[in-house]
């Protein structure tokens, strides 16, 4: 029986997590007798259609207060407090469905990039315990691992799969006991699904802008963000004949890239020359990304999407995965990813995309030329997950 159950991936209102639900279906279900994605919100999953292709379950337990079990759990809680505790609480009804005939994914991405990998940690620990085995899919690792629980945690994993060269290097250096493999992340092979564009947007004369309130919080002083934006559109407003799209790639609640697009969106609408996309799911996204001339990109799966669709791009980045990324595909990272703490004075976003606009032909020859393989690596993927099968 060949099993599978993708974990710890996000739900689709990021689209990023959409883009890998779907990829990684794609890459992996042919020749799987069964392959399940435990979610952390189906509802939304289901939302953006993917309850038409993929198959769910809950990851998190349904908590009713008025069980034994949760009051046991409040007294030890109180008496030895553990994070660790709460998250095999919170996860309990999925890690008892964990069986020996099923392999256990864990959905990468950046999960490892930030410092709360507790509930990582708990959901690895204990599929293995009751008899799972895991891999570690797709994931950027932060570049120095010092922790020896960090590693002693990555080593639980019988593979793992880096998305860049960095991540990579980072975890051979480590020493993590590990069989470790380096491909790209699998949402380049998502497929664009056409949509109707708006009205204003001209393709292949439209510049498209993300931005994520991630950036603004990373920012090196106050406003330095969102100044550098309103100078880069100005410019282009003056100098080019370019429209702008203003394209959201994660519509959470709590990190919701329509909070400042919205805000650049108030102060240039009565230009007609700026416009504001809607939500879409990722493949339309991926589509209205694939129609612009040249993309400016905060989230990492907006990148992606032009990467693979060969639109040139620079990167607003903060950590490893946006400069891991860029140097696998162009051997520079300089270039590519202007890393936000570097946004210091109102026109470095500007001269750095301006080296882009200037490079243009340069850009998309080596787009003809290596990205149809980077992508193909992909293809990789179903043969080492077997091995683990």
């Not at 993590?176 to 491909?183: A, E, K, T």
């Not at 595909?329 to 976003?349: A, S």
């Amino acid at each position: 029986m060949k099993k599978i159950v993708v974990y710890a991936n996000g739900a689709a209102g990021n689209h990023g997590c959409e883009a890998l639900t779907r990829s990684i279906y794609s890459l992996l279900s042919t020749g799987v007798d069964d392959i399940k994605f435990a979610s952390s919100n189906i509802k939304e999953d289901i939302s953006y259609g993917l309850g038409d292709i993929v198959h769910f379950m809950p990851l998190h337990s349904e908590i009713k207060k008025n069980q034994f079990k949760y009051f046991k759990y409040l007294v030890s809680q109180k008496l030895f407090p553990s994070d660790y505790r709460y998250y095999k609480f919170l996860y309990t009804d999925f890690l008892r469905s964990v069986d020996r005939d099923s392999l256990y994914i864990s959905a990468g991405g950046d999960n490892y990039s930030y410092n709360n990998n507790i509930w990582l940690n708990c959901l690895n620990t204990e599929i293995n315990q009751n008899g799972g085995k895991t891999i570690l899919l797709g994931c950027s690792i932060l570049e120095n691992i010092s922790d020896l629980s960090m590693i002693k945690d990555l080593s639980n994993y019988s593979a793992i799969i880096a998305r860049e060269s960095i991540s990579y290097n980072a975890l051979k250096q480590a020493g993590v006991d590990s069989d470790i493999y380096c491909l790209p992340d699998p949402a380049f092979i998502l497929r664009t699904k056409e949509c109707k564009l708006p009205e204003g947007f001209i393709p292949g004369n439209t510049v498209g802008i993300n931005i994520s309130p991630m950036i603004i919080e990373r920012e090196q002083s106050e406003g330095a963000v969102m100044n550098n934006y309103f100078f880069l559109i100005d410019y282009l407003l003056k100098n080019t004949n370019y429209n702008i799209a203003l394209i959201p790639h994660v519509v959470w609640s709590y990190t919701d890239d329509r909070n400042p697009l919205s805000e650049i969106f108030n102060k240039y609408r009565n230009t007609k020359r700026v416009l504001l996309i809607s939500d879409h799911n990722a493949e339309e996204l991926k589509y209205i990304i694939s129609q612009c001339h040249s993309l400016i990109a905060a989230r990492t799966h907006a990148s992606i999407a032009a990467y693979s669709t060969m639109v040139p791009t620079l990167v607003v980045g903060y950590s490893v995965k946006a400069r891991g990324i860029a140097l696998d595909i162009f051997r520079d990272i300089e270039h590519y990813v202007i890393p936000v703490q570097k946004l210091k004075n109102r026109d470095d976003l500007t001269k750095a995309f301006c080296w882009l606009l200037d490079n243009e032909a340069k850009i998309r020859e080596n787009y003809q030329k290596n990205m149809p393989e980077y992508v193909r690596k992909c293809e990789q993927y179903a043969g080492i997950i077997s091995k683990y099968m």
